[in-house]
């Protein structure tokens, strides 16, 4: 069940910390009864901001895919790049 709290609960600001950093979930704060600002611990932003980034990546090349990309086996990948960082 998601957190939900009023904006004027943002004045406590060293409760609602102690909250977002022990849900580790967004707080959705309401604003006359509607939806309008969301809150988390910056721990939480950032495993949100890594999972959008692998998200990303896998669609790209889920796309590249279905746009005809050569396909490589994973141990000629592997090469290429122990050659291209390694020498």
């Known amino acids: 069940m998601p957190t939900i709290i009023p904006i004027r ?5 060293s ?7 022990k849900k580790q ?7 006359k009864g509607y939806s ?9 932003y950032e495993r949100l901001v890594q999972s ?10 889920e796309k590249e895919i279905t746009e005809g990309a050569e396909l490589i086996a994973l141990k000629d990948a592997m090469e290429g790049l122990n050659k291209k960082y390694y020498g």
Do not use: C, G, W
């Not at 609960?9 to 600001?13: A, C, Q, S």
């Not at 409760?15 to 950093?21: G, Y």
């Open 36 to 44: 309008d600002l969301v809150v988390m611990s910056s721990e939480f």
């Open 52 to 61: 959008n980034k692998i998200d990303q990546a896998i669609y790209e090349v």
């Open 15 to 21: 409760e609602l910390s102690e909250l977002a950093h």
């Open 9 to 13: 609960d943002l004045r406590k600001t």
């Open 25 to 31: 979930e967004p707080i959705y704060v309401t604003k």
